[in-house]
């Protein structure tokens, strides 16, 4: 199993440009996160999907779009990028049902973005 | 409000030293706890979760419900354990993981 892939590893957009940052699942999880890290501030949620159809704001999801495409893939756009969108960006997925809500998170290597 | 609160942003030992980094949580419920690692420009990887109360790579934290923290220990630091941790409660029911903003450990030799 790959686990949890993500593309582009690193992208420089300019200001204005948008792009699609794409992760895809290969372990049937049910639940999908995207991370964005910043220094000093930890990882904090841009959006997630509970189940596949469904995607919910985090907590900062202003200037992202997500969308779950199936089951296996939550792709994270940014329709005009902004230097304040300059951040490493991780994708997640976890089972989280039932009883099994102790699995764990599994995530991907992350995408370096750069906003000139 | 949910919160969980990592005091130190770095945490410099020496090898062999003991080493405790911080964990208070802010948690309506009964939350479960986690303690994530990341590696140098690495991805995230579970170190240790509440409920399975094993040790990891010689690390151990205990769930204080009534001081409301999960502290991370090791009794003797190794140059490997240099990293960044993460503490991240997820409250109870269906519910996201909320990560703290993370200690950085340094073992020096």
């Known amino acids: 199993n790959a686990g949890v892939t993500q593309t582009p590893k690193f992208q420089v957009l300019k200001t204005g440009q948008s792009m699609t940052l794409q992760c895809a699942q290969d372990m049937n999880h049910n639940s999908m996160y995207w991370y964005r890290q910043d220094p000093g501030m930890g990882l904090r949620l841009i959006y997630y999907?509970?189940?596949?159809?469904?995607?919910d704001k985090g907590e900062v999801p202003n200037g992202y779009n997500v969308s779950r495409l199936n089951k296996r893939e939550f792709s994270l756009r940014l329709e005009s990028a902004a230097p304040s969108q300059t951040s490493v960006y991780f994708c997640?997925?976890?089972?989280?049902?039932?009883?099994?809500?102790?699995?764990?998170?599994?995530f991907g290597p992350g995408t370096r973005l750069t906003v000139l | 409000a949910q919160r969980v609160t990592q005091p130190e942003k770095l945490l410099s030992v020496f090898k062999g030293a003991p080493v405790e980094l911080k964990c208070n949580y802010s948690y309506s419920g009964s939350p479960e706890l986690f303690w994530y690692v990341q590696y140098s420009r690495q991805r995230l990887q579970l170190l240790l979760r509440h409920i399975s109360r094993e040790s990891i790579k010689g690390f151990t934290a205990d769930l204080n419900k009534g001081e409301t923290s999960f502290h991370l220990k090791k009794p003797f630091a190794q140059e490997e354990d240099s990293a960044m941790y993460y503490c991240?409660?997820?409250?109870?029911?269906?519910?996201?993981?909320?990560f703290g903003k993370g200690t950085m450990l340094l073992v020096s030799p």
């Open positions: 999907s509970a189940s596949e159809g469904t995607t």
């Open positions: 997640a997925s976890i089972v989280l049902a039932g009883h099994l809500q102790d699995n764990e998170q599994f």
């Open positions: 991240a409660p997820r409250g109870s029911g269906y519910s996201t993981l909320t």
